[in-house]
């Protein structure tokens, strides 16, 4: 019983981190979306957009397997932290958005992709920290 | 028994109840942090778009007012064009009382190369402006040449790059410090480069209504009334002195966005009350509600030995290490969601938003701590007043 409850304590970062990888998934396609132009083109901040999809599905598949495999959880809170990381730097760091400051994708999806990923790498090194004991025996 | 750990260990080993407590001192924190830098900010706006004004009345083509375009422009930095002729400023300077007059011409660009919408752009003449060349030469002394400009701080162009209007280019010269207003995303040139760009313009299928050659259009007058002059006769004698022109004195335009700033204000201050409320009569019934659990376990400590000046300073120290955590969760959280999203802010409000000075947050994060930490301190405080007015061993005899 008392086990139980200790195994539950230690996967609730990876399903938190689920739920940030899966809100940054959804929110980065729809309501925190990179800017939409009238005529139709794409700007650099659609393919941030679109590779913020594709971290943050890598991000919610680390979660999920980190809850599920108990003896890689430490190697994938670490994967997961590493993940966060690279999704903060994304918008405007390593891809680029428009430049000016009253466009969609820099008043909302880089701001909310920054606290986001910045949440979700926080939550990864408590997830670290919880399971720093099963280091090594994966 | 270690004394001094235990109020940290009764924290601990009571995790979901130690939570809900941080949570709800979290959200008192959040509320008061977050609304107090919303309302700073908008003061600060406020502050700054009076000072950049400069101008007692501002004259303006009549379809300008009709559009509100122009108090957009100034607030929201909306692009827009509106033109009269030139002879307005002419009848303005002959108005008397009126002690300086400045022309500006505004433009909207198609599309700058730097974004994907317009920009406003603003013509000075270097000569007879007082309003915006003080702000300028702030960040450039020099007086700005032909084909160069100077950009609000959201403009998007590094000095010394060249910025492509209407197929031009335009050579940024200097960058201007923030306002948090509509200033901050428009482009300055003086009025030969305005007319180049205004000609550029026309080529390229941008019709401004303008019925005569673009060198005799101005956009607006900014007018500074001479001492010892009443700005509202003037005002009014401007009205009646220049053709198809509105005179606007800049006070009550400043008004209008200093009610709106008002009716902001309140709104935020009254939420933020209802949630002290609201928080301190949950926080009071919480801390009762765990006081009554817990009888038995200070019955217990009280039966060891404590007295209940111990008890009660345990209490303290506990309610005040969960509002410390608390209070600073809350402001890390508000932090979080007003400090990224000010340009948002800003644009959802649709007023002038300028976030204070970093002094001036941290003090506010201070005091907001402190103040979470007071009102936990007297909830507990009331609650261990209760306490201590029970016998152990009456409780321990009940069973409670």
Not at chain 2, 55 to 82: C, H, R, Y
Not at chain 2, 94 to 110: D, I, K, M, N
Not at chain 2, 331 to 359: Q, R
Not at chain 2, 371 to 393: K, N
């Amino acid at each position: 019983m008392k086990e139980n409850a200790i195994m539950n304590k230690k996967i609730i970062p990876a399903m938190v981190l689920v739920v940030l990888g899966l809100v940054i998934a959804i929110g980065s396609q729809t309501f925190l979306g990179p800017c939409v132009h009238e005529d139709g083109s794409f700007g650099a901040c659609h393919w941030a957009g679109r590779a913020l999809l594709g971290v943050s599905l890598l991000l919610t598949a680390e979660a999920l397997l980190s809850a599920i495999l108990e003896r890689a959880r430490f190697g994938l809170c670490l994967a997961s932290a590493l993940t966060s990381a690279l999704g903060f730097l994304m918008p405007g760091g390593l891809i680029d958005i428009c430049k000016m400051d009253t466009m969609r994708c820099r008043m909302v999806m880089q701001p909310a992709m920054r606290v986001l990923f910045g949440l979700a790498l926080i939550v990864s090194v408590a997830g670290l920290l919880k399971n720093k004991g099963k280091r090594g025996a994966a | 028994m270690n004394w001094r750990k235990l109020p940290l260990k009764n924290l601990t080993r009571r995790p979901g109840r130690t939570a809900a407590l941080m949570l709800l001192t979290a959200f008192l924190a959040l509320s008061v942090f977050g609304g107090s830098v919303v309302v700073g900010s908008l003061q600060s706006g406020l502050n700054s778009l009076e000072a950049r004004l400069g101008a007692d009345v501002i004259v303006m083509p009549a379809e300008a007012e009709s559009k509100v375009s122009f108090k957009n422009l100034l607030l929201q930095g909306t692009a827009g064009a509106f033109y009269m002729d030139a002879s307005a400023l002419q009848r303005v300077q002959e108005v008397e009382g009126v002690a300086q007059a400045a022309p500006q011409t505004f433009l909207a660009s198609l599309k700058a190369d730097c974004c994907a919408v317009k920009v406003q752009i603003i013509g000075i003449d270097p000569e007879a402006d007082f309003t915006v060349k003080p702000w300028i030469e702030q960040s450039y002394s020099r007086a700005l040449d032909d084909m160069e400009v100077v950009v609000g701080c959201r403009v998007n162009a590094d000095v010394g790059e060249d910025l492509r209007i209407y197929d031009l280019n335009t050579h940024v010269t200097a960058r201007l410090a923030e306002t948090g207003t509509g200033f901050d995303t428009a482009v300055y040139c003086n009025m030969d480069t305005m007319n180049t760009l205004l000609k550029a313009a026309e080529e390229k299928g941008v019709t401004h209504k303008i019925t005569t050659d673009g060198d005799d259009m101005i956009s607006a007058v900014y007018v500074r009334v001479a001492d010892g002059y009443d700005v509202g006769k003037v005002c009014n004698a401007l009205n009646g002195h220049v053709r198809k022109a509105t005179a606007v004195r800049a006070k009550t335009m400043l008004t209008g966005v200093s009610d709106s700033l008002a009716g902001v204000s309140h709104t935020v201050t009254l939420l933020i009350g209802a949630v002290w409320l609201l928080a301190i009569v949950i926080l009071l019934i919480a801390y009762a509600m765990m006081i009554n659990e817990r009888r038995r376990e200070f019955a217990v400590l009280r039966l060891l030995g404590a007295s209940r000046k111990a008890l009660a300073a345990l209490m303290l120290k506990e309610a005040a290490l969960c509002s410390l955590l608390g209070g600073a969760l809350g402001v890390a959280l508000a932090a979080a969601v007003v400090f990224p999203f000010t340009t948002l802010i800003e644009t959802k409000l649709g007023l002038p938003y300028l976030t204070p000075n970093p002094a001036t947050v941290l003090t506010l994060a201070a005091v907001t701590v402190l103040l979470t930490l007071l009102i936990g301190a007297l909830a507990s405080a009331w609650a261990a007043f209760r306490l201590s007015r029970s016998d152990p061993g009456t409780t321990l005899r009940e069973g409670a």
